[in-house]
């Protein structure tokens, strides 16, 4: 039990004002779970408790009630009516049989005029107490925004894995098939192991994208005319599923390039997958390739909608996404982190009257 005057608020109070501040505190007694004031009702004083324990909660969403603190003997609370006239904005609760000191608004606003230090003890509390929740709130945030990155990060790894996985089911079916010939079960049986490899080389990619620093690149000279005609077989099986066409529009350059032909056939599928699901009814994916004296470049148009000014100036940020009912930007950005760790350049642009044009850069020797 805590007496008026060894209270924080008045602990340095001359007698004269604390006989004073006697005679306008009220005392009352709460039964266990009995409101002592309640969310709305008016600001008409301040309270401090003399004993017991109280709960200070809010409603919060679809009626969900947030419990900000419980409070013990010598502790304050209505605080904010001193300051603004204004429905409380939370509901104070007895947890056992509690007594507090209850001051009214007018007679604390006079006395507090006319004792600058309660005034002074006053406003520090109230700071320290805004700073409390201040606290509390950013560490509110902060977890929901770390919950809300890792479903963001589960939704695209799920997304990315789904593509892999379905021709893995239509190839075992295939497989599975009595009249199938040799030759055809042989290149079933070589698509769903490619496919088993790519999936295990999107769990090392997202690996790699999560530790946040530069990879060193095993690349070594591959003929980038072989590597994308071997490419094209796997990229078309699993765009014919969603009822588009891949065109060359020229043949790759029969030179070799330095390259990790692994990392860079993500690329390939990321940047093609990205293409795909903003042409749900179906399309055309338009690859074309150019040399020039320092590097190859290739570029991915295709007959979609073209880039939102929305997500324009973001595309390549992680978890950057638009317009679409599934996706993070998460490929983009591994796309981003794979030709920049082989030291070349990204981009993406818009055609007049055509699609969103990718493209990319890989460095010649």
């Known amino acids: 039990m805590v007496a008026l005057e060894s209270i924080a608020l008045f602990r340095n109070l001359g007698r004269d004002e604390l006989q004073s501040l006697r005679t306008i505190a009220q005392e009352r007694q ?26 200070i909660s809010s409603l919060v969403g679809a009626g969900a009630r947030r419990v900000f603190s419980q409070l013990g003997p ?4 209505g605080e904010m009516a001193v300051i603004e006239h204004r429905p409380r904005s939370a509901t104070a609760t007895a947890l056992a049989v509690t007594e507090v000191y209850f001051l009214p608004r007018g007679e604390m606003l006079s006395f507090i005029q006319r004792s600058p230090a309660v005034a002074f003890n006053l406003l520090q509390h109230i700071s320290h107490r805004l700073r409390e929740f201040n606290q509390v709130y950013l560490r509110e945030v902060i977890q929901a925004e770390r919950l809300a990155v890792v479903g963001n990060f589960a939704r ?45 080389d999107m769990v090392s990619d997202i690996l790699i994208f999560t530790e946040g620093k530069r990879t060193n690149v095993e690349v070594k000279p591959t003929s980038y005319h072989s ?5 094209m077989a ?55 390739f150019q040399c020039t004296e320092k590097e190859i470049i290739t570029e991915i148009e295709d007959t979609g909608p073209g880039i939102a000014p929305e997500i324009a100036d973001k595309l390549f940020e992680v978890f950057a996404t638009f317009g679409k ?16 760790d082989h030291r070349g350049r990204i981009w993406a642009r818009n055609e007049p009257g055509r699609g969103a044009v990718f493209a990319f850069a890989l460095p010649l020797p």
């Open 30 to 55: 709460v039964a266990a779970g009995g409101e002592i004031f309640r969310e709305g009702d008016p600001g008409d004083g301040v309270f401090f408790v003399k004993d017991g324990l109280v709960e």
């Open 74 to 77: 010598g502790e304050i609370f």
């Open 156 to 200: 695209s790894i799920v997304h990315d894995l789904k593509n892999p996985l379905s021709i893995i089911s239509l190839s075992a079916e295939m497989f599975d098939r009595p009249d199938l010939r040799p030759e055809a079960r042989t290149q079933t049986q070589r698509r769903i192991r490619r496919q088993v490899e790519r999936i295990s």
């Open 227 to 231: 590597f994308v005609l071997n490419l």
């Open 234 to 288: 796997d990229l078309r099986a699993e765009t014919e599923l969603k009822d588009v066409r891949i065109e060359l529009q020229n043949e790759p350059p029969a030179m070799l390039v330095p390259f990790d032909p692994r990392r860079v056939s993500r690329v390939f599928h990321n940047l093609i997958h990205n293409a795909t699901d903003m042409m749900p009814d179906g399309g055309t994916v338009f690859l074309r």
């Open 325 to 340: 009912s599934h996706g993070t930007g998460l490929g983009l950005s591994i796309c981003k982190k794979i030709i920049e």
